[in-house]
């Protein structure tokens, strides 16, 4: 099968992009699309792989999300900017209402982050439903506090995006100890079957600094829906106001995000980037879960250049 997709980032967090409106493929078929594309090690990579699908009478388009591994996320806040501009640019609007795996959201054009980049406000609704968060505990809600059966001492808030964030505030982010309670979720256990994101994040000043480790993907320098966790979970225990404007930094940079309060609807909005860095097409084996080198058509290196010199001027806030 030969694909034309848009390789795009946002945040950093990088994917193939596949106008996906006129293609008949079955769940399968698609797992493996995103297995050969998303691949570090192949011709494309990326975090996973993003399709624009049609829209219905409540919506003008959708998007459906594939991790690394061919599993299905529920959203991907980065990636749902990257093909909310793809469906502006083709449809010819500049706010829309997408519909997602198992809920909806709201996106519109934002003035840039920083000179020369696509901007791309994405707003949804947060949930602090266990349930909804894949919990098989009996509290309703965990707001600050530690999560019976999960092995860590750490005080946690349990999100919902729709998809299942576990957030924790930290000092310093120790990325071992990320990663180990991250694959220790990405194996399933009891407690959370569907897998969770697990989040180590600073506060720094007014501003918040966010590591991941990305349910079917691993650690990661960028995942928006924790991203918009993390603005929601730092509203929730007292250490950001709701309402306030606030910048979430990353390995991959920056959105900015705020967030009402559970009485005032529980809305996260997130403006970040939506970058195109090239137009391509290439051969996929889905069966195989094989791709072909790409067949580059155009570059969009102002769009790069823009990004890194943003990049570049935020220097050791990164880290």
Not at 182 to 210: H, K, M, Q, T, Y
Not at 278 to 307: F, K, M, N
Request: with cysteine.
């Amino acid at each position: 099968m030969q694909f034309a997709f848009v390789k795009c980032h946002g945040s950093g967090n990088d994917f193939p992009l596949i106008d996906a409106r006129a293609i008949a493929l079955g769940d399968a078929d698609w797992a493996g699309v995103a297995r050969a594309l998303a691949d570090r090690d192949g011709p494309v990579g990326g975090d996973g792989l993003l399709l624009l699908t049609l829209g219905d009478d409540r919506h003008d388009f959708g998007m459906r999300m594939f991790n690394s591994d061919g599993s299905e996320a529920e959203t991907c806040l980065n990636g749902l900017r990257c093909v909310a501009r793809l469906g502006f640019e083709l449809l010819g609007v500049d706010r829309a209402r997408v519909k997602l795996k198992a809920s909806s959201a709201d996106v519109s054009r934002e003035p840039p982050v920083a000179p020369g980049v696509v901007t791309v406000r994405t707003r949804g609704t947060a949930s602090l439903s266990t349930a909804a968060v894949g919990l098989g505990i009996d509290a309703a809600e965990v707001v600050g506090a530690a999560i019976p059966g999960l092995p860590s001492e750490r005080a946690f808030t349990a999100v919902a995006m729709p998809n299942p964030h576990l957030i924790a505030f930290v000092d310093r982010v120790d990325e071992a100890e990320l990663v180990a309670l991250g694959e220790w979720c990405e194996a399933g256990p009891v407690l959370i079957p569907g897998r969770a994101n697990v989040s180590f994040v600073e506060v720094r000043g007014g501003d918040l600094f966010v590591r991941t480790f990305e349910r079917g993907v691993g650690l990661t320098d960028s995942c928006g829906s924790a991203m918009a966790a993390s603005v929601f979970a730092a509203g929730m225990t007292g250490r950001v106001p709701f309402g306030s404007d606030v910048t979430v930094f990353n390995k991959g940079g920056l959105v900015r995000g705020r967030a009402s309060s559970p009485a005032e609807g529980a809305l996260v909005s997130i403006s970040g980037n939506a970058t195109f860095v090239y137009d391509a097409t290439v051969d996929v084996d889905a069966a195989a879960s094989r791709a072909q080198p790409p067949l580059i058509h155009a570059r969009r290196g102002d769009e790069v250049a823009a990004w890194s010199a943003a990049v570049e001027a935020l220097g050791a806030t990164l880290d």
